[in-house]
């Protein structure tokens, strides 16, 4: 695939459908190296979910903390329960958990067609955007600070 003799024989491997365990590694590797450039080794995965009463999951949020920052990853309610607050309290729940922790900002990203408008009233605030994306959308990008 690239020509280059001063590197060893690789493996060059392009796959349309990844393993989830080497995306997972692949994660992590990033995730390493970063919290030891950032002179932060206190990373970690932060949740909230919503269960039913058979412990089936019907909403939830998920996150990075890390270096102060809580990076929103996940925001998912089941269509029947949407329009009832329940994304705004798990929006609040993840961040007071995350204040807890010593989170000073949150950051996410958003397409046009979910929610930019949601997370702007609950004081996110878009800092770039890619026009076009997909050809008919944008995608956003919000932050939000903390006391």
Known sequence: MFDNPLLPEFAWVVTE?????D????RQHLRDYNMAHANSQNGY???????????QMIAGISGWLW????????LWVEETL?????????????????????????TLET????APEFYQKLGYNI???IEGF????????LQKRHP
């Open 17 to 21: 459908h990844p393993n989830e365990n």
């Open 23 to 26: 995306v997972q590694e692949l």
């Open 45 to 55: 995965g932060i949740a909230v979910f919503l269960r039913d009463e058979q412990h």
């Open 67 to 74: 270096g102060e920052c809580l990076e929103i990853d996940f």
């Open 82 to 106: 949407r329009g009832q607050g329940i994304g705004q309290r798990l929006v609040t729940a993840l961040e007071e958990a995350a204040i807890e922790r010593g989170c000073r900002q949150s």
């Open 111 to 114: 397409f046009s067609f979910q």
């Open 127 to 129: 800092f770039g955007v």
């Open 134 to 141: 997909g050809n008919h959308f944008q995608k956003f990008y």
